[in-house]
């Protein structure tokens, strides 16, 4: 059963940086494409990157080379350090076995205010 569970989220200022990290257990992680997706306040969920089982990634757009996502996977855990945060960055934060979110932890937060 796959059990992912997120942290490293918080309340920040524009500009600043955080590292969310995702534990894993429950599954092969090591052979899991490994995503963060995000949803802010009143929008629809949207997907932010992924690290293929080979430690290669791929990153929305939007992003601007600002995060930067891995893995290890002897630990059985995946992270996200996010350079640069502004207020469009504000969403809860989900670690998941696929792009949609659908398998996921429960997320941490990030706000990003002054």
């Known amino acids: 059963q796959v059990h992912l569970v997120e942290s490293g989220g918080g309340l920040v200022q524009p500009g600043a940086s955080l590292r969310l990290s995702c534990a894993a257990s429950?599954?092969?992680?090591?052979?899991?494409?490994m995503h963060w997706v995000r949803q802010a306040p009143g929008k629809d969920r949207e997907w932010v990157s992924v690290?293929?089982?080979?430690?290669?990634?791929a990153y929305a757009p939007f992003l601007a080379g600002r995060f930067t996502a891995s893995r290890d996977n002897v630990k059985d855990t995946l992270s996200l350090q996010m350079n640069n945060l502004n207020a469009e960055d504000t969403a809860v934060y989900y670690c998941?076995?696929?792009?949609?979110?659908?398998?996921r932890g429960p997320g941490t937060p990030v706000t990003v205010s002054s």
């Open positions: 998941a076995t696929d792009r949609f979110g659908i398998t």
């Open positions: 429950g599954f092969a992680f090591m052979t899991y494409p």
């Open positions: 690290v293929q089982p080979d430690g290669s990634t």
